[in-house]
């Protein structure tokens, strides 16, 4: 009898664990709005960018081929809200130091002032490289005109802030393009589940 | 020798409470500037999404601008929308530089003061500027 019961309890604790392991490695949802083509469900991609970064370099889609990135938008100036995501994502640079599947793509909504050597002295104040975390800026129309593919996501929120490219969303970007995961990034609770996301993106 | 000692307890004793007390004096003045500055953040944190929303009605009163015929009445109603939007765009961008150049310049609690109560009353006029656009705006896109 009590090999029975041994055998019965051993039995559920491996299809208890094999249930949490195959949540872990389930792959993360493709969000956003999708639609039918052709029979075809299709997801909505980031579109064709190109901005340029802190270190003067040209940054679009091919620099982050094959990668996965984070994306924000942000200002230098910006007294309340930035200053609490940068902190938050600066948890994230250090926690995946050395990781060179994951980038960082922030940009600049102040067009005017956030020039490259202003963006240059921000990023060497917060102490971030450019290699693996990209400060953007470019025109005004091509910042605010991509904002919506990124942060739409957010706006389905309810708990979104209208304004949504000010909300301090960061949002995730798989090597196809698709948003794949999102969070508030004032949160520091949220963006501690949001890097267990990460690691799980990253096994994918 | 014995009221030497006593003297001597006396005098650490007073200063010992006088630096409390200027240690609880220094506390409420800190709250006194922090909590200023939270009412100043909170006019700007309520306003500055709506920044998106002037980005947006920019777009639409330049597109009626181009489809409406030219030397009308609704043109200078767009003509005018469109700076008052600008304008108002302008000014939290120009009020955000400047504070963010500013603040920390102020090192004394009545300078903080000063300049906060500054702040208060210009990012309180540019809020205004910014709603008073976007509701021209809208009323001008309903006709």
């Known amino acids: ?37 052709n029979g075809d469900t299709i ?24 990668k996965w990135y984070i994306a924000d938008f942000f200002f230098t100036s910006c007294p309340t809200i930035c200053p609490k995501v940068k902190k938050q994502m600066l948890r994230i640079y250090e926690r995946f130091e050395g990781e060179e599947r994951l980038k960082i793509l922030s940009h600049s909504i102040d067009t005017r002032r956030d020039s490259v050597p202003v963006l240059k002295k ?42 949504f490219d000010h909300s301090g969303y960061i949002i995730l970007v798989d090597p196809d393009r698709h948003i794949r995961a999102y969070c ?10 949001f890097m267990h996301t990460l690691e799980r993106a990253l096994k994918e | 020798m014995q009221y030497y000692k006593i003297l001597y307890i006396f005098i650490l004793g007073s200063i010992f409470t006088m630096a409390c007390q200027s240690g609880k004096s220094n506390d409420a003045e800190d709250t006194e500037v922090e909590n200023l500055y939270e009412e100043v953040m909170y006019i700007h944190d309520d306003v500055m999404p709506k920044i998106s929303l002037i980005q947006e009605l920019q ?47 102020a090192t004394t609690k009545e300078e903080k003061m000063a300049f906060l109560h ?23 896109l309903t006709q």
């Open chain 1, 1 to 37: 009898m009590r090999t029975t019961d041994l055998l019965v309890f051993l039995a559920f604790l491996t299809l208890f664990l094999n249930a949490c392991a195959s949540d872990s490695n389930e792959k993360l949802p493709i969000l956003g709005e999708m639609i039918l083509e």
């Open chain 1, 43 to 66: 997801f909505p991609k980031i579109p064709d960018f190109e901005f340029i970064n802190q270190d003067s370099q040209r940054v679009t889609n091919e620099t982050f081929q094959g």
């Open chain 1, 122 to 163: 921000y990023a060497e104040k917060i102490g971030i490289e450019s290699q693996r975390w990209h400060l953007v800026t470019g025109p005004k129309d091509d910042i605010f005109g991509i904002a919506p593919a990124y942060l739409s996501i957010a706006k389905e929120d309810e708990n979104a802030p209208g304004g």
């Open chain 1, 184 to 193: 508030d990034g004032t949160d520091e609770v949220k963006v501690s589940e």
């Open chain 2, 59 to 105: 777009g639409k009163i330049k597109a009626r601008q181009e489809q409406g015929e030219p030397d009308t009445t609704m043109q200078t109603a767009y003509k005018d929308a469109l700076l008052a939007l600008n304008t108002a765009e302008q000014a939290m961008w120009d009020w955000m530089h400047a504070f963010s150049d500013n603040y920390g310049k």
């Open chain 2, 118 to 140: 500054e702040e208060k009353i210009t990012i309180t006029d540019v809020r205004d500027k910014m709603l008073n656009s976007i509701s021209q705006a809208e009323e001008l």
